[in-house]
């Protein structure tokens, strides 16, 4: 499954990245695209991962979602 996730607060290529291991660390998440351009990332995954995961790892990584 594909999921994309529109996150604010991004402001460089650092935070990106943190975003990025922070969604990839999730049980069940096969790989993670972060843009900064385009304040998302696109999540590949399994079933079994819920928007509510994906919501949980962006606020503990000191991000948000829109």
Known sequence: MKT???I???SCEHCAAHI???LEE????VSALVSLK?????IEHG???SLAAFKKAV???GYETA
């Open 20 to 22: 990025k291991k922070a």
């Open 38 to 42: 385009d304040e998302n990332a696109l």
């Open 47 to 49: 079933d079994a991962v």
């Open 8 to 10: 604010k607060g991004m």
């Open 26 to 29: 999730i049980p069940g998440v």
């Open 59 to 61: 606020s503990e990584a």
């Open 4 to 6: 994309t996730l529109a």
